[in-house]
């Protein structure tokens, strides 16, 4: 067995796409690799096969090392409900909350199982590539440090920093990481990786040479720019990652995703995203809302407080008049829980009985007990698949059905995630939203699948990685945990 910790100058620094591509790499090689991240603080999560909630990045790796995603490649999985408070899915079932004054101290119990999971997966495979969290250098949080060098420390592992060139100064973050461990953690750090580079590399080398003379890690490459691949991320620095450069066209569909506060799987509108003539903008300006072909309201971790916030922004405004106008809006989740007549709250918000929009013939009662699981629907007779992760249960009286939620007029909920990953489905879907809407677009049918287009990006990704980094040097690096 054998391991290695890919961690960051930063959160989004490149983290998660240089472990998903690394699996890839270690998978066409024939090495028996799976991915590792000890915690996620992330809303944006996917259900396994068997039913566990894991950070939907380490979902992604699994696909890309080839091998069926389980709670121990992310044991620990915390999702903000508010800026203090943090709901913790453990072994992928929920566990309690965990306040913001105990994130340093109170994660004892979170920190053995997450060692426990790291061994039984080093136990049952040749490789384990696991991802950090954030940045090393966050010495505040070392005490109790189990996803970076806590981790690295526990268990022996060569150490490689992923540096954000697109940031601007690298060099610097690079060196102030080193500099800012202590000594025995500094002695894991093997090496660096230059990550988002646009331009001649070579222009780096005498930054580079100094970095390695002062620090003694070795640099492993710079990988270039890739703006074709927009592997998910944890966190909501950017809820937009498939953002094109080109112009979509005259006949283009235009989609306005509600950046709510506490957005959810936002991942789910991403295979929007990627059909070619669909401009999705995700956006709080009710401008943009008001004058978009369709409307979505993503998934949302605390719906009530998403509400009110709605409110308080002239959205919820746009939403209601839209709606009497018959213009196109969907709900996700919490995005659909907020369209339902009522809310009763006792779990995420505990704000117990709140109006909803009331475009929809639903109330929600929210649940201790969570749902979470991979479902199949059907609609006018296309099996539609997805997952589920939510509290709410919905009540329904009225409406025409919609996967397991419900259409009136030409608004539809769904508490579905993933839905629009089926291809004819989506595509139906925004056929519908342009024949309502007078829009001239139509799908594309010669353009690849989602699917198709995911694994695409994870061996471009895979490629670059190969042609612009040491990647036999790291794959030999994470040999030296298990001497």
Same mark, same amino acid.
């Not at 490649?73 to 899915?89: A, C, E, H």
């Not at 440090?145 to 920093?161: C, E, K, Q």
């Not at 690849?448 to 061996?459: L, N, P, V």
């Given at each position: 067995?054998?391991?290695?910790?890919?961690?960051?100058?930063?959160?989004?620094?490149?983290?998660?796409?240089?472990?998903?591509?690394?699996?890839?790499?270690?998978?066409?090689?024939?090495?028996?690799?799976?991915?590792?991240? !000890?915690? +996620?603080?992330?809303?944006?999560?996917?259900?396994?096969?068997?039913?566990?909630?894991?950070?939907?990045?380490?979902?992604?790796?699994?696909?890309?090392? $080839?091998?069926?995603?389980?709670?121990? *490649? +992310?044991?620990?999985?915390?999702?903000?409900?508010? @800026?203090?408070?943090?709901?913790?899915?453990?072994?992928?079932?929920?566990?309690?909350?965990?306040?913001?004054?105990?994130?340093?101290?109170?994660?004892?119990?979170?920190?053995?199982?997450?060692?426990?999971?790291?061994?039984?997966?080093?136990?049952?495979?040749?490789?384990?590539?696991?991802?950090?969290?954030?940045?090393?250098?966050?010495?505040?949080?070392?005490?109790? @440090?189990?996803?970076? *060098?806590?981790?690295?420390?526990?268990?022996?592992?060569?150490?490689?920093?992923?540096?954000?060139?697109?940031?601007?100064?690298?060099?610097?973050?690079?060196?102030? &990481?080193?500099?800012?461990?202590?000594? /025995?953690?500094?002695?894991?750090?093997?090496?660096?990786?230059?990550?988002?580079?646009?331009?001649?590399?070579?222009?780096?080398?005498?930054?580079?040479?100094?970095?390695?003379?002062?620090?003694?890690?070795?640099?492993?490459?710079?990988?270039?720019?890739?703006?074709?691949?927009?592997?998910?991320?944890? @966190?909501?620095?950017?809820?937009?990652?498939?953002?094109?450069?080109?112009?979509?066209?005259? !006949?283009?569909?235009?989609?306005?995703?509600?950046?709510?506060?506490?957005?959810? +799987?936002?991942?789910?509108?991403?295979?929007?995203?990627?059909?070619?003539?669909?401009?999705?903008?995700?956006?709080?300006?009710?401008?943009?809302?008001?004058?978009?072909?369709?409307?979505?309201?993503?998934?949302?971790?605390? /719906?009530?407080?998403?509400?009110?916030?709605?409110?308080?922004? $002239?959205?919820?405004?746009?939403?209601?008049?839209? %709606?009497?106008? $018959?213009?196109?809006?969907?709900?996700?989740?919490?995005?659909?829980?907020?369209?339902?007549?009522?809310?009763?709250?006792?779990?995420? !918000?505990?704000?117990?009985?709140?109006? $909803?929009?009331?475009?929809?013939?639903?109330?929600?009662?929210?649940?201790?007990?969570? &749902?979470?699981?991979?479902?199949?629907?059907?609609?006018?007779?296309?099996?539609?698949?997805?997952?589920?992760? %939510?509290?709410?249960?919905?009540?329904?009286?009225?409406?025409?059905?919609?996967?397991?939620?419900?259409?009136?007029? +030409?608004?539809?909920?769904?508490?579905? %995630?993933?839905?629009?990953?089926?291809?004819?489905?989506?595509?139906?879907?925004?056929?519908?939203?342009?024949?309502?809407?007078?829009?001239?677009?139509?799908?594309?049918?010669?353009?690849?699948?989602?699917?198709?287009?995911?694994?695409?990006?994870?061996?471009?990704?895979?490629?670059?990685?190969?042609?612009?980094?040491?990647?036999?040097?790291?794959?030999?690096?994470?040999?030296?945990?298990?001497?």
């Amino acid at each position: 067995m054998s391991g290695l910790l890919m961690t960051g100058t930063s959160s989004d620094a490149g983290k998660s796409a240089l472990v998903t591509g690394l699996c890839r790499v270690a998978a066409r090689r024939g090495i028996d690799v799976v991915p590792f991240k !000890s915690q +996620n603080m992330s809303n944006n999560s996917m259900v396994c096969p068997d039913g566990a909630e894991i950070g939907r990045a380490q979902y992604l790796q699994a696909t890309a090392a $080839g091998v069926v995603p389980e709670a121990r *490649m +992310n044991p620990v999985l915390l999702k903000p409900g508010t @800026d203090r408070r943090s709901f913790i899915v453990l072994m992928g079932s929920p566990a309690g909350e965990l306040d913001a004054g105990e994130y340093a101290t109170g994660r004892r119990r979170l920190a053995e199982a997450a060692f426990d999971a790291y061994a039984d997966l080093a136990a049952r495979h040749e490789l384990v590539l696991c991802e950090g969290a954030g940045s090393p250098a966050e010495i505040n949080l070392r005490s109790g @440090d189990y996803v970076n *060098m806590g981790l690295a420390r526990r268990f022996t592992l060569p150490t490689v920093i992923i540096g954000d060139i697109d940031r601007g100064g690298v060099l610097a973050c690079l060196y102030g &990481t080193w500099a800012l461990l202590e000594e /025995a953690d500094r002695a894991l750090l093997r090496g660096y990786v230059i990550n988002k580079f646009r331009g001649d590399a070579s222009i780096l080398d005498p930054g580079l040479d100094e970095i390695d003379r002062r620090t003694g890690m070795r640099d492993y490459g710079v990988l270039p720019w890739l703006p074709d691949v927009w592997i998910d991320g944890e @966190d909501s620095l950017r809820v937009d990652r498939w953002a094109r450069d080109e112009d979509p066209g005259r !006949s283009a569909l235009h989609v306005a995703v509600v950046r709510l506060p506490r957005i959810s +799987n936002a991942t789910d509108v991403e295979a929007l995203a990627a059909e070619p003539g669909v401009d999705v903008q995700v956006t709080d300006d009710p401008r943009v809302a008001e004058r978009a072909d369709l409307l979505v309201l993503p998934g949302s971790r605390a /719906a009530v407080d998403d509400l009110a916030w709605l409110a308080g922004r $002239g959205l919820g405004e746009v939403v209601v008049r839209r %709606h009497a106008q $018959g213009r196109p809006v969907l709900g996700i989740c919490g995005g659909y829980e907020m369209l339902a007549e009522q809310l009763d709250d006792g779990v995420e !918000s505990r704000s117990g009985l709140v109006p $909803g929009l009331g475009l929809l013939p639903v109330r929600v009662l929210f649940d201790d007990d969570k &749902t979470v699981r991979v479902a199949t629907h059907d609609h006018r007779g296309t099996a539609v698949t997805g997952y589920e992760i %939510h509290h709410g249960r919905c009540r329904i009286d009225g409406g025409e059905p919609f996967l397991d939620g419900v259409r009136s007029a +030409n608004t539809w909920g769904t508490m579905l %995630h993933g839905f629009l990953e089926n291809d004819d489905f989506r595509r139906a879907l925004l056929s519908e939203v342009a024949a309502l809407t007078g829009s001239g677009w139509s799908p594309d049918e010669r353009a690849d699948g989602y699917a198709q287009r995911r694994e695409r990006m994870i061996e471009t990704l895979a490629d670059a990685m190969t042609e612009h980094l040491d990647v036999d040097a790291l794959l030999a690096l994470a040999k030296e945990s298990a001497r």
